[in-house]
C-alpha cells in the first residue's frame, strides 16, 4: 500500500481542559513521526463540540493529564453516547494512550481530594483515589519495565527487546488495579500508587499510564507502536513503519538512565 494513500486521525481527548503536564507532545510526537512517512494526518479534538462521528473516525486516541477539577467537567461532557462511542473504539482495538487523569477516568470512579467522587466510564477495571491535600504528590522522574503481554510481545517481535520506559510522573492520586492487565512494573518511581510496584494498565490496545514526560517523544518506539497498530487495525492488513532516525532520542534516554543509575541493558523485560 502506498505511504501517501495512507490517512492516520488522531483523536485528542479535551486538548484544552487536559493538557496541564505537558501531554500535547505526545499528539504531536504521532503526528510529526507519521507526517515523516509520508502519511496524511489529521488531529481530531474530542471535546464539548464533537461529534459521535468524529469519535468514530479516529484511529488512534490520545488523552493528557488534567487537574481534578478539569477532570470532573470532562466526565460531565463525555458522560452517555460520546463515552459509549470511545468505548466501542477502545473494545473494538483501537490503540490509544492515556495519561495520568486520563485513565483515572477510563477507570470505574476517581476520588480527589476535596469535592465529591468522580465516577468514570468503568471501561479499565481500576479505581483511583487521592489519600488527600496533606498526603504527598507522587512527583519525578519513573522507569518501567513493560509487563503487558501483547505489547511486550509486539515490541520484542519489531526491537528484538523490550526497551525500559522513561517518563515522570506528577499525581496525587492513587490508583488500584482490579483484573485488568498491569501496563508494567515500576524500577524507578511510584507507579500507580507507590505501595505495589505496578504502573499504568493496559486494556486492548490501549496505554494507560501515570508517565507524562511526555511519554511518546521519551519512547519513540511507543508512539511507533500506537501508529503501526492504528493503521493495520484501519487497513486491516499489517503496515510496516519505516525507521527513522531516533539517535537524539535514545542518546536523551542514555543520559536519563545514567542519571537515574539504572543500568539500561540489564533491565530488558524477559
Ligand atoms: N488530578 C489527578 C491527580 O492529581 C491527575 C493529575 C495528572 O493528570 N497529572 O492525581
Known amino acids: 500500500m502506498a505511504s501517501q494513500q495512507l490517512q492516520l486521525n488522531i483523536g485528542w481527548l479535551y486538548p484544552k481542559l487536559m493538557s496541564t503536564y505537558g501531554d500535547r507532545g ?8 507519521a507526517l515523516w512517512r509520508g502519511y496524511n494526518v489529521e488531529i481530531i ?18 488523552g493528557g493529564g488534567a487537574q481534578d ?13 460520546k463515552a459509549s462511542a470511545l468505548k466501542a473504539k477502545l473494545d ?19 476520588e ?12 479499565l477495571d481500576l479505581v483511583s483515589k487521592h489519600p488527600g491535600i496533606e498526603a504527598n504528590r507522587c512527583i519525578g522522574n519513573v522507569v518501567f519495565e513493560i509487563v503487558a503481554s501483547k505489547l511486550a510481545e509486539d515490541l520484542r517481535k519489531t526491537l528484538g527487546e523490550v526497551p525500559l520506559i522513561i517518563g515522570f510522573e506528577n499525581h496525587g492520586g492513587r490508583t488500584y488495579l482490579g483484573k485488568v492487565e498491569a501496563l508494567g512494573k515500576v524500577v524507578k518511581g511510584y507507579g500507580n500508587n507507590g505501595e505495589d510496584g505496578t504502573e499504568g494498565a493496559f486494556y486492548n490496545n490501549a496505554i494507560a499510564t501515570y508517565s507524562h514526560g511526555p511519554l511518546l517523544p521519551k519512547n519513540p518506539f511507543l508512539a511507533d507502536w500506537l501508529i503501526k497498530t ?7 492488513t499489517e503496515i ?8 537524539l532520542a535514545m542518546q536523551a534516554r542514555t543520559a536519563m538512565f545514567k542519571r537515574l543509575g539504572v543500568n539500561n541493558s540489564e533491565r530488558m523485560a524477559s
Open 26 to 33: 505526545n499528539a504531536i510526537c504521532i503526528q510529526q513521526r
Open 45 to 62: 479534538p474530542i471535546d464539548t463540540e464533537a461529534t459521535i462521528a468524529d469519535i468514530e473516525g479516529v484511529d488512534v486516541i490520545v
Open 69 to 81: 477539577r478539569q477532570q470532573e467537567i470532562v466526565m460531565r461532557d463525555l458522560k452517555g453516547s
Open 92 to 110: 473494538s482495538g483501537t490503540p490509544g494512550v492515556f495519561t495520568c487523569g486520563s485513565p483515572q477516568l477510563l477507570g470505574h470512579y476517581y
Open 112 to 123: 480527589p481530594a476535596l469535592g465529591q467522587k468522580i465516577e468514570g466510564l468503568g471501561l
Open 230 to 236: 492504528a493503521l493495520s487495525e484501519k487497513y486491516q
Open 240 to 247: 510496516e513503519l519505516t525507521p527513522l532516525d531516533d539517535t
